[in-house]
């Protein structure tokens, strides 16, 4: 383990100097510790306040509204509204100040555009506008970070150096600090260490604090060492540097990661004794304490240890338990096999969730109910769960997590002994989505409830055509383009509306009679827009096309109309010459395909199989 040279043991930041620089890069996508700092634009503006003398028009109602405007649409990840707002800002005031551009320059980050960071960065260091200060280093070091483009970010931090950047505001401990971070973050702990040792005389009024050796055990978690966090414990004792609670609290972590609970206990009644001798309330264990230890009691399936935190977390009229930490606690329930338990502390969020929206399940912990009860075959319960996961949960609902609760039901039936209710769910599932993977824990469901089916009640069971050639040309059975009833092209939605409510997609003619496009009812979104400009560009064969090709067409690219005209060059045998011919003659449509297939197989010969669904290897 390398350890931190060149330092004396002393330290001589504040709190709150140091608080800062966590801020400022603490974001990452791999951070293990539950609850991480968010540094936000609304963080840059109180920062902004305290750090730096504010610009003259830092008081404008108007720009602090902006800044508002900007940091919600910032948690929506609307990055082009937020360069529209500052656009029009721009035209209205001349000039914004630095606070709104750190805003604007946060919001990049957040939505990962870190070129856009970098132009604006360079932008507010021109001599007309606004320059930059502390907050705009450190809001572009922590996406350089994130981006792992460490390179790049060194070459930031040296024009710190330079006094030709308009504000900048030379290198500071924070600076340092938060750069740190960034490597730390980045899984580069030699870098990290060679900032130290390079930038040492900026850092030698305070020497290696316990914040520095706190972001390092941080590192070594990050990078899969938690061994080697658990070894910078010995150098912190041995240089006499007091430990906070966020010390303690990585400690832990890293006795998790490594699946020492006994070491974790010890370090747990440590924190505990040195609180109460020191008499110090920040030491004493917080929410993320717990929460730790429940975490990692539940990997280990030791249930009495989870059971006995928990009564102590609940004994503690100061501690707030929050929406992560109920999750947590649900989790390592599940994960004990104390399903009973677990529904107990469920209901109780639930209740004070109706008085606390914040404490709305997210839609993940739903599924980690129903997945264990899938697995007793407890039906109603994950029914249940099923139906309250729409209203009842906070945040998006993917498709991912959508599909997997369709198939945890699907599980919990055939589980139970209900194959009709599986068969019937399984058939949904076909239906409701574009693919199944046969990969998950639903696929296994899914062949289960087939095999219990049998080949006639199949819910794969491929489509028939009967009586019908894949050979055949597809003119055989085309409907004529006369009956398909076209639009002229110069007209509005407005003057046909009602034909969009019978037909999902109707053929456009030109003034000729020539087919130039098709409309789908999914784009008549508004009445004043001409059919022209919604049109899509039609798909075209030709009346000698096998029938089979245009089964492929419709059903691999998603097709619902298919225009059929004559070849290109038809002969004429009057004249003997060939003549060009570019009129549409019928057309064949995704709603035909199906009116002609059928599904009873053993009394139709000869046909054609037409598999009705694709499924995703």
């Known amino acids: ?3 931190i040279n060149g330092f004396s043991s002393s330290t001589s930041y504040s709190h709150h100097t140091l608080n800062f620089l966590f801020r400022v890069l603490s974001v990452s996508a791999k951070n293990p510790h539950p609850y991480s700092t968010i540094f936000s634009s609304s963080s840059v503006h109180r920062l902004q306040t305290k750090r730096t003398s504010a610009p003259k028009d830092s008081e404008n109602p108007s720009l602090k509204r902006l800044t508002s405007r900007i940091v919600e649409l910032t948690r929506r990840k609307q990055l082009h509204q937020v360069f529209q707002e500052i656009g029009y800002a721009k035209k209205r005031y001349g000039k914004v100040n630095t606070i709104v551009m750190n805003a604007v320059m946060e919001a990049c980050v957040h939505c990962g555009d870190v070129d856009s960071a970098l132009q604006i960065f360079h932008e507010m260091e021109m001599p007309d506008n606004c320059g930059v200060d502390t907050i705009s280093f450190g809001i572009l070091l922590k996406g350089l970070g994130e981006a792992r483009r460490i390179d790049e970010a060194f070459q930031l931090i040296e024009s710190m150096e330079r006094p030709t950047v308009l504000g900048n505001p030379g290198m500071s401990p924070e600076v340092i600090y938060g750069f740190f971070n960034a490597l730390i973050e980045a899984g580069d702990l030699r870098r990290a260490h ?7 005389v900026v850092l030698r009024g305070g020497g290696p604090s316990i914040q520095m050796y706190n972001l390092l055990m941080k590192g070594y978690i990050n990078a899969g060492c938690p061994e080697d966090a658990l070894t910078v414990h010995n150098e912190i004792l041995s ?8 010390t303690y609290n990585t400690l832990l972590l890293a006795c998790v990661k490594s699946e020492r609970m006994d070491a974790a206990m010890q370090l747990y009644a440590e924190m505990k004794d040195e609180a109460q001798k020191i008499g110090s309330h920040d030491l004493f264990p917080d929410i993320v304490t717990y929460t730790t230890l429940i975490k990692g009691f539940g990997s280990a399936k030791d249930l009495h240890s989870v059971l006995k935190i928990l009564m102590e ?3 503690l009229p100061d501690l707030l338990i929050d929406r992560i930490a109920y999750t947590t606690i649900i989790d390592a329930l599940l994960s004990c096999n104390s399903t009973k338990s677990a529904i107990c502390v469920f209901g109780e969020l639930l209740k004070r969730a109706g008085g606390n929206p914040k404490l709305r399940p997210k839609p993940h912990l ?3 109910m129903m997945r264990a009860f899938a697995l007793r075959g407890e039906y109603s319960m ?13 945040g998006v609902i993917s498709t991912a997590v959508q599909a997997e609760a369709d198939e945890l039901l699907m599980e919990a039936a055939i589980t139970n002994g209900q194959v009709d209710v599986a068969r019937r769910i399984l058939s949904n599932i076909v239906m409701k989505w574009e693919c199944v993977s046969w990969t998950n824990r639903g696929s296994m469901a899914a062949v289960r409830v087939e095999a219990l089916s049998g080949f006639t009640r199949s819910a794969f069971t491929p489509y028939l055509l009967p009586q019908v050639s894949l050979d055949d040309p597809i003119e055989t059975i085309m409907r004529p383009f006369g009956e398909a009833q076209p639009l002229l092209v110069n007209l509005d939605v407005e003057n046909v509306p009602m034909r969009f409510f019978k037909d999902e997609v109707v053929p456009i003619i030109d003034e000729w009679g020539s087919c130039v496009g098709i409309v789908h009812r999914e784009d008549c979104n508004q009445l004043n827009t001409s059919l022209s400009s919604i049109m899509r560009s039609p798909p075209r064969v030709t009346t000698s096309t096998s029938i089979g090709r245009v089964i492929e067409l419709l059903l691999e690219k998603k097709y619902k109309m298919i225009i059929i005209g004559r070849p290109p060059y038809e002969y004429d045998g009057t004249s003997g010459v060939y003549r060009s011919n570019l009129r549409a003659v019928g057309v064949f449509t995704s709603k035909q395909l199906f ?3 059928v599904t009873e197989s053993e009394e139709l010969e000869p046909y054609i199989y037409v598999q009705h669904q694709h499924n995703c290897e």
């Open 1 to 3: 383990m390398q350890t």
């Open 194 to 200: 060679g900032l130290l040792a390079r930038y040492r």
């Open 239 to 246: 240089k006499g540097i007091k430990t906070d609670r966020f």
């Open 313 to 315: 977390m609940k004994s």
């Open 366 to 368: 739903y599924l980690s």
């Open 382 to 394: 994950v029914k249940s769960l099923h139906s309250r996961m729409w209203p009842d949960t906070s």
């Open 595 to 597: 009116n002609l297939a």
